[in-house]
């Protein structure tokens, strides 16, 4: 069976550089915007508004950054990876400590991870935050592999990375099992990734917010209030993080736990690059693509509705499907295994009036165009995002809509050039939102622009910026890394 990872190669038959609104080729344009916002081992998502290392962010940045600088893009990884936590958990930011404490909130007083976290293995050598983001990261390391293979077995990247990646899946699919089906939990809506989506809404009214002289909110100094959760929302989020944290960040006990498509058909598309990291590694695979199949499963059994023809999540806490229709349903289009039917009728619904692709919009919105709590401007309550377009753009592809792939990849070209490589955007207009120059972006432009093959890495490799240096032993990570089945 050919596995999602062999699909998520660039889209073929398209130039290395193609012309934005702009003089400089898009390319170009995209390259800058993420030579601006590297730190020297890792990338900002953005200068202003997120100023430190975030998780999923990085895994897209790698994706993009590995048709630009190979070396850069496993740097990135093995920045992030470095701050992973004994128990196998890699936390959603990693914070930046020349970054003023007032920069961003929750900041690192906040999390409290060295002393919160010590039963968990919290690093002491860095703070980070306690809750984590969507597992992109084995497949975005797989992807960076593929794009310099002899850089990578020469620094012996793989080896590097592997355990860590092993012990991050081996601690969703166990310490998170939470709803005892087989899938992930997440246990505050940040770390699903969608933060403000209406999905949570449900859940989310069981919890007391923290009152809002508790917190300081410095998202709002960098964007529009209307574009931003509302502060009851934000309050509730707090409570939340504050919960956890005083539980010593401990699994299972909370009052949030959502399983959600998007999370777990990223868990599952990386277990299928764990397993072909494997067999390069000279181990066999096979009980990860299995594992892989049995998540895709269980996403099935316990997330479809064939009657509406869409994912929902599952509120663990309060039983039964959340049904509100969330761009995160979608994503499961870039499992192989997804059932023929499953996928034909997830393809209608993308194309339907609840998103509207490829007919009513220019990009797929983050929820439903029909939803009472619809947004075109609001964080996740309506705007598109870049990485949620990629991966329908990946899936649409891999299940052979490729009309519609085409007609997807070119608006997203479109967008991220005209917006200046906007955070998210209005997904019927494609009016820029949140930050400008932002990472991820960038990355997937690059990604979108590049050729098929990365088989030959040099045909299509950029010299190395001079300020690139391998900085791994700095990262914390030189050296094969710790066995599987060890703490970090």
Do not use: K
């Amino acid at each position: 069976m050919e596995h999602t990872t062999e699909r998520f190669e660039s889209a073929a038959g398209t130039r290395l550089r193609e012309r934005g609104p702009g003089p400089e080729p898009l390319w170009d344009r995209a390259a800058h915007v993420l030579d601006a916002n590297w730190t020297g081992v890792s990338t900002v998502p953005s200068r202003t508004l997120y100023p430190h290392q975030w998780s999923w962010d990085s895994a897209f940045i790698a994706i993009g950054l590995r048709h630009v600088s190979p070396l850069r893009a496993q740097l990135e990884l093995e920045t992030l990876l470095s701050a992973q936590w004994g128990d196998g958990r890699i936390p959603h930011i990693v914070f930046n400590p020349a970054v003023p404490l007032d920069a961003y909130f929750p900041s690192p007083d906040f999390w409290r991870s060295s002393t919160a976290g010590r039963a968990s293995g919290a690093p002491s050598a860095v703070q980070t935050s306690g809750i984590v983001q969507p597992p992109v990261h084995a497949l975005a390391a797989w992807l960076v592999h593929r794009a310099d293979p002899a850089l990578s077995r020469s620094r012996g990247f793989l080896p590097r990375v592997y355990p860590a990646l092993a012990a991050w899946h081996r601690y969703l699919l166990h310490r998170r099992d939470l709803g005892g089906g087989g899938l992930a939990s997440v246990v505050h809506p940040w770390e699903q990734g969608m933060d403000n989506s209406p999905c949570w809404d449900t859940p989310l009214s069981r919890i007391v917010p923290a009152e809002s002289r508790t917190f300081r909110r410095a998202d709002l100094e960098h964007g529009a209030a209307d574009d931003r959760p509302t502060d009851l929302d934000y309050g509730r989020y707090v409570r939340l993080a504050t919960d956890y944290r005083d539980g010593q960040y401990a699994d299972g006990e909370g009052e949030f736990a959502v399983e959600d498509p998007s999370f777990n058909a990223l868990l599952a598309a990386s277990e299928h690059a764990l397993a072909r990291i494997a067999c390069e590694l000279g181990a066999a695979g096979t009980a990860r693509h299995a594992r892989a199949q049995r998540l895709t499963a269980a996403l099935v059994a316990r997330l479809w509705d064939p009657d509406t023809e869409m994912f929902f999540c599952r509120d663990v806490r309060g039983g039964g499907l959340i049904r509100e229709y969330g761009v995160s349903g979608l994503v499961p289009l870039i499992l192989p295994a997804l059932p023929r039917e499953v996928v034909r009728a997830l393809v209608r619904t993308a194309a339907g009036p609840h998103f509207g692709v490829g007919e009513r919009v220019r990009l797929a919105p983050s929820y439903d165009l029909l939803g009472p709590a619809f947004d075109a401007h609001r964080y996740w309550r309506g705007p598109a995002w870049f990485n949620t377009n990629w991966l329908l753009e990946h899936g649409l592809r891999l299940h052979g809509e490729h009309a519609r792939a085409a007609r997807l990849r070119t608006a997203m070209l479109d967008v991220a050039g005209a917006s200046d490589f906007a955070e998210y955007v209005d997904p019927y207009t494609g009016a820029g939102c949140g930050a400008r120059g932002f990472g991820w972006t960038a990355a997937l432009t690059l990604d979108l622009l590049s050729p098929a093959s990365v088989s030959n890495a040099e045909q299509h490799r950029r010299a190395e910026p001079a300020h690139v240096q391998d900085t791994a032993g700095q990262a914390g990570t030189r050296g094969q890394g710790p066995r599987e089945g060890t703490s970090r």
